[in-house]
């Protein structure tokens, strides 16, 4: 979960980075299970995951089910919280076939509770039903797991197709449509030949991206369909059995959530660009891109590594306690940028597009 919220107006990282990274909440697993039973009603063992900035727990419950305990960052607005819980009862009630966790409410009704901290803070908690399967990142990466991902992220996006709430107003600085909002980050790329390669992708979105981008098909997207948030089947790991971590939600273009998606099929593959090719026109399949988004899909590929790029970086000199975590995408967005540098914009967009020209992504 990135959940790096953008200032009013300017979107740029305040220069100390609190109001973007407050310190993760601080729960022992003891403390966890305490919480669940104190607010849930649900008593079990709260083993702890890896996160950014909340604080989250698998808890075996004693009745043999699996949940997952929230704990949100305290500098989490509570907007933003309940446009979650309202994405995720809003797809179950849309598809009920889409796998996404359930919201569960607390012994007072409610979708979610609140805990001090032994800081004097306090957070939101949730509980969320746990969702059995591999996260795609630790499996064989096919064809067929791809055009799976593609179509699930497709059937996704059309349940979200006209969903609204006030919190998706928000704004994320990992908004690939609003990448100019990094522009400043630039001069701090060590090494000339990087700080060159970025403000080459830079100039570019400004220039020619941003200006296009104003007419396109905008709707609420998950916004961070990656290799970690995505869960297939142990047996079978070409099936999708999970969608996780809606903590980057935001109203924004639809060919953005494409793109994406589609930079983290490039990483490890042997063909990069045939790869996001596959998952891009298994989307296509179910929900057909348009012509202008066809026109730019691949260009915001480039802005979306671009963007993972300037943001770790920035991230990771600010918190080196958590540098392996924040960094974990960021050596594969260096090897994009620099290959998408050595080929044409045309070349590009034309192999991102093969399956959805050639009509046959099977």
Known sequence: MNTLRSPHDS???????SELSADVPELTAQEASALAERLFGIAGSAHLLT????????????DGANYL????????PDSVVDLQTACLDHVRARDGAIPVPRVLRTLAGKTRGRTGL???????????????????KGTAHTREQRRAMGAALAELDLALDGFSH????????????????????????VGDERRGLVRHFMDRFVDDLLPRLDGLRRQ???????????LVDENDTDRVTGIIDFGDLIHGALVGEVATAATYQMKGAAKPLAAAAEFIGAYHEVLPLLPEEQAIVADLVATRQLVTVLITEWRSRRHPENHDYI?????????????????SREDARDQMLACVRNGDNR
């Open 11 to 17: 979107g740029a990282p305040p220069a100390d980075g």
């Open 51 to 62: 996160s950014e900035r909340d604080r989250n727990f698998r808890l075996a419950g004693a």
């Open 69 to 76: 305990l929230k704990i949100s960052n305290p500098s989490e």
């Open 118 to 136: 032994a800081d004097g803070r306090h957070s939101t908690v949730r509980m969320l039903t746990y969702l059995e399967g591999l996260p795609v």
């Open 166 to 189: 006030p919190g998706a107003s928000h704004d994320l600085l990992w908004n690939v449509s609003r990448a100019d909002r990094l522009a400043h980050l630039v001069a701090d790329i």
């Open 220 to 230: 609420v997207i998950h916004n961070d369909f990656n290799l970690y948030n995505v």
């Open 327 to 343: 960094m974990r995408h960021n050596p594969a967005a260096w090897d994009g940028l620099a290959m998408m540098a050595d080929i």
